[in-house]
């Protein structure tokens, strides 16, 4: 581990698809208190702070530094965990962050949600001249407009005013040198990586605007605008954030599911399944596509084979036999020998009951002689 890698914090299973979350200025991974929780159900998600703020070493960025140094120590982060493709939401600079990984890293970004941030931040004079207030007079004075920046009028999060109070002044000073050289306006179009765009109505330090024009610029980007929300909307608007975020990662999960699912099932039977939905059935597929087959499917954990040796089981004991049917020519896609699969079933005589058993023997029978009738010789 190196000395400069970043502090974080990783919830969910190892296995389930990962999820990086970055902070804004002057915050810590403290912001994604009330969503990554929730996210961390579907994925292994994992929150880091800034250089100098929430134990991040303040060393890891100095005077001049760049967006594209922030995102250098979030690939080495990555690295660290054995994280390879992963979805990434980050808010404001952590949003920039997301922006220049899919521009200059395509291959290492699957999805990409950005949060109250923009392609540019209004220039590089305020965030010059907020540099210089802090390298002469350190974080105090921010301290006391945050919750103004932040959030609408009444609100604010005590946790995240301690942040900025405590973050480190040299380290802030550099993200603000990383904020005032971020124009990536002229880049957007080359993103490949499914875009979401989140603002915050109120937000005046990244408006609507800067959203949308991201939106417009990258193909396919999709943007969602927040009533009552200002700069720091996950925490601000904790359900608003999470809803949309949800939908947006798990579409690519249910892309994924259908692939495994004609994988596993065969394309004849998924093809038959998505002809006979209607809109009454259409939520139930959908699920199927994204728990079933997007995230218990797809887990590494176990192969296909011993998946296959749980479901044929799980099935004869419920009695399942019409499903039992699919999952055997599923268990022969799957690597499964016929003697293998009598053996499972064998198996279930002893847990499950022989008349269980004996039922299940005949539908497996039946299906393995109507594959070796279909070989060619």
């Known amino acids: 581990m190196t000395a400069n890698l970043l502090t974080h914090r990783a919830e969910g299973s190892p296995s389930a698809p990962p999820l990086i979350l970055g902070p804004s200025l002057g915050t810590s991974y403290a912001l994604w208190d009330r969503v990554a929780p929730e996210l961390s159900a579907a994925h292994r998600v994992v929150r880091w702070n800034l250089p100098g703020h929430g134990g991040s070493p303040a060393g890891a960025i100095g005077p001049g530094a760049t967006v594209a140094d922030l995102a250098a120590l979030v690939l080495e982060l990555a690295d660290s965990l054995d994280i390879g493709r992963f979805a990434y939401a980050g808010v404001s600079l952590g949003g920039a962050v997301g922006l220049h990984l899919a521009v200059h890293h395509p291959e290492r970004i699957s999805s990409l949600a950005v949060i109250c941030s923009s392609a540019h931040f209004n220039g590089a004079k305020p965030w010059e001249e907020r540099a210089e207030l802090v390298r ?165 954990t176990l192969t296909r084979r011993e998946r296959s040796m749980i479901t044929l089981t799980a099935l004869v004991a419920h009695g399942h036999l019409d499903e039992l049917a699919m999952h055997v020519r599923a268990a022969r896609r799957n690597g499964l020998t016929p003697e293998e699969i009598g053996a499972v079933l064998l198996q279930t005589a002893v847990y499950c009951g022989v008349p269980a058993a004996n039922a299940a023997f005949a539908v497996a029978q039946r299906v393995l002689t109507e594959e070796a009738d279909s070989t060619p010789e």
């Open 136 to 300: 002469r007079e350190g974080l105090e004075p921010l301290v006391a407009t945050a919750d103004a920046r932040w959030f609408t009028a009444g609100f604010t999060v005590p946790d995240l005013v301690r942040d900025q109070r405590e973050a480190d002044p040299g380290a802030y000073a550099a993200c603000c040198d990383a904020l005032a050289a971020f124009d990536i306006r002229d880049r957007l179009a080359s993103i490949t990586a499914p875009t979401l765009l989140i603002a915050g109505r109120e937000d005046p330090a990244t408006p609507p605007a800067h959203l949308r024009e991201i939106a417009d610029a990258v193909p396919g980007a999709a943007l969602v605008e927040i009533p009552g929300a200002s700069h720091l909307a996950p925490a601000q608007c904790p359900e608003a954030v999470l809803t949309a975020l949800r939908a947006h990662f798990s579409g690519g999960v249910a892309r994924l599911g259908t692939a495994v699912r004609r994988e596993v099932l065969g394309d004849e039977h998924v093809d038959r399944a998505q002809a006979r939905q209607t809109g009454f059935t259409a939520r139930f597929q959908d699920f199927i596509s994204r728990y079933a087959w997007g995230e218990i499917w797809t887990d590494t």
